[in-house]
């Protein structure tokens, strides 16, 4: 798995980025059960981002003229869908999931207004993204409820759960 990662500001930590690095692959692990090999296939582009960028993707992709912690731009419906592009294509073939930006300010201002670390924050923020590239999403109580168990699993997974 290949997280293309653009740190506009360079503030993004290695420990941080490297945590990240591991939830991915455990959101592949739980959703696809992927030999290495075929999960080697996988991608996923990050951008780290200011306010006012994000801002202005908001707006430009969204409709929405605010700040927010991150945004997520699937290029799949769901995970059965990348599944069955990853069987259709050649083996050398990689399959860009979609792309994630976070804004860094906003995941420092939640770590603390939720007590959490800098590190714990940015990578809920990076799976809860995932979780959409995958197909999910929580606008209904009963997919919250789903999607959550899935994100809650996964920080658990790599030591990070809620504390």
Do not use: W
Request: glycine fraction near 4%.
């Amino acid at each position: 798995m290949r997280i293309d990662c653009v740190d506009e500001n360079g503030r993004l930590q290695e420990a941080a980025f490297t945590k990240i690095l591991e939830a991915a692959s455990e959101v592949f692990r739980q959703e696809f059960d992927l030999p290495a090999e075929e999960e080697e296939r996988l991608e996923v582009s990050l951008t780290i981002t200011d306010e006012e960028t994000i801002q202005q993707i908001n707006r430009e992709y969204r409709g929405i003229d605010r700040v927010t912690d991150v945004l997520s731009f699937p290029q799949y419906e769901s995970a059965e869908a990348v599944a069955e592009e990853l069987e259709s294509l050649d083996e050398e073939i990689s399959v860009l999931l979609g792309d994630v930006v976070i804004c860094y300010k906003r995941a420092c201002e939640q770590a603390v207004e939720y007590g959490n670390t800098e590190e714990r924050e940015l990578t809920y923020l990076f799976v809860h993204s995932m979780m959409h590239l995958l197909g999910y999403d929580h606008m209904e109580e009963e997919e919250k409820k789903v999607m959550r168990l899935h994100e809650e699993n996964v920080m658990s997974a790599v030591d990070l759960k809620r504390e």
